[in-house]
C-alpha cells in the first residue's frame, strides 16, 4: 500500500503500520508531497510507486484520490506498461470541488451523483495480477 499525503498528519490512520507489523507479505510505504520527513518518502504518490515499479505489465492498480492525481497515475502508469483494463479509481471530490460547480448553491446537497469522501490522502495499490479464468498458463 502505497499511501500519500502533504504531510505527516494527513497520514491520519497507525492501521497500515499495524498490518506490516501482523503481515509480512504486506508493504506500506507512506509518502509525503510536500512535507521531508525522516521516515516518510517524498515524491508524489504514484512517482513512488514508479520509482519501485518501472514496469508495471503483469500489475494491477487500484488509486484513489482527487481526480487530477487519479488522472496523472492512469497516465503515468499505462506508460509504464499497466494495461489500460488493469486501472480501477476512485476519484473524490473536495468542498472546494463542489463550491466550483456552476450553478450549485452553498449547503445545498444537490443530485445524488455529487458524491464527497472525506478522505484526505491518497492511496495507490499495486497488485501482482492474478490470471484470469480459462487463460492459458
Do not use: I
Request: glycine share 8%; net charge positive.
Amino acid at each position: 500500500l502505497y499511501w500519500g499525503a502533504r504531510r505527516p498528519e494527513g497520514l491520519y490512520s497507525e492501521l497500515p503500520r499495524k498490518w506490516a507489523r501482523d503481515n509480512p507479505r504486506f508493504k506500506y510505504v507512506p509518502v509525503l508531497s510536500e512535507a521531508e520527513e525522516p521516515g516518510f518518502r517524498h515524491n508524489l504518490v504514484h512517482k513512488a510507486v514508479l520509482e519501485d515499479h518501472p514496469s508495471l505489465a503483469g500489475f494491477q492498480a487500484y488509486v484513489c484520490g482527487v481526480p487530477v492525481m487519479t488522472q496523472a497515475a492512469r497516465r503515468d502508469f499505462t506508460a509504464a506498461g499497466l494495461p489500460d483494463d488493469e486501472f480501477f479509481a476512485d476519484a473524490f471530490v473536495t468542498r472546494a470541488d463542489l463550491a466550483a460547480v456552476p450553478g450549485r448553491r452553498a449547503g445545498h446537497r444537490g443530485r445524488r451523483h455529487w458524491r464527497l469522501v472525506a478522505v484526505r490522502a491518497h492511496a495507490v495499490v499495486p497488485v501482482p495480477r492474478a490470471p484470469r479464468r480459462g487463460a492459458d498458463r
